[in-house]
T-cell receptor, first 112, second 118 residues
């Protein structure tokens, strides 16, 4: 997973708090995305970006915001954390259509 | 809409056994890409293989092999002579190649937990 860095790796939040999960890549990939992984659900797409300044919603976008001001960074913001957002979050990058999609090491988030 | 089904939730084998993980997909696109990822207990997602819809050749990489059959919409993964280190969750995933704006997003199956016992 060299090239895709997620921080923090672990985080505990109280209900209602806000926080940002950071994702940075040094592979000059245009496409970046955020997935969440829940038991028995596989991975589901939250938001994605096809390039700097362009973002769009995925399958489960509610409660999350994103922005893409640079090619390298794609932060995921939780505005008011809820227990339902307890999950493992993965950032992913790709050069483009049909290319391999690389994942960061994951961020474990618990909302109490 | 695209869909990936991994019907096997859990598989348990003894070391050195061969094991096949099933993956069935649904898509209306004629151009699409199939992937397998491994998630070991440490939690990271490790890329194993990418296959496009126009290439039905089977692929072998060491003890791993993949069988892609468009006629049955399947992309099965076989581990030969399994080892304890193969214990992990394995995900099959699909991305469509022609839908604008969505041609790089992955739809995952729910994963198969493989346990290889010594």
């Amino acid at each position: 997973n060299a090239g895709v860095t997620q921080t923090p790796k672990f985080q505990v939040l109280k209900t209602g708090q806000s926080m940002t999960l950071q994702c940075a890549q040094d592979m000059n990939h245009e496409y970046m995305s955020w997935y969440r992984q829940d038991p028995g659900m596989g991975l589901r797409l939250i938001h994605y970006s096809v390039g700097a300044g362009i973002t769009d919603q995925g399958e489960v976008p509610n409660g999350y915001n994103v922005s893409r001001s640079t090619t390298e960074d794609f932060p995921l913001r939780l505005l008011s954390a809820a227990p339902s957002q307890t999950s493992v979050y993965f950032c992913a990058t790709s050069r483009g259509t049909g290319n391999t999609i690389y994942f960061g090491e994951g961020s474990w988030l618990t909302v109490v | 809409a695209q869909k990936v089904t991994q019907a096997q939730t859990e598989i348990s084998v003894v070391e050195k056994e061969d094991v096949t993980l099933d993956c069935v997909y649904e898509t209306r696109d004629t151009t699409y890409y199939l992937f397998w990822y491994k998630q070991p207990p440490s939690g990271e997602l490790v890329f194993l293989i990418r296959r496009n819809s126009f290439d039905e050749q089977n692929e072998i990489s060491g003890r791993y092999s993949w069988n892609f059959q468009k006629s049955t919409s399947s992309f099965n993964f076989t581990i030969t002579a399994s080892q304890v280190v193969d214990s992990a969750v394995y995900f099959c995933a699909l991305s469509e190649g022609t839908s604008g704006g969505s041609n790089y997003k992955l739809t995952f199956g729910k994963g198969t937990l493989l346990t290889v016992n010594p």
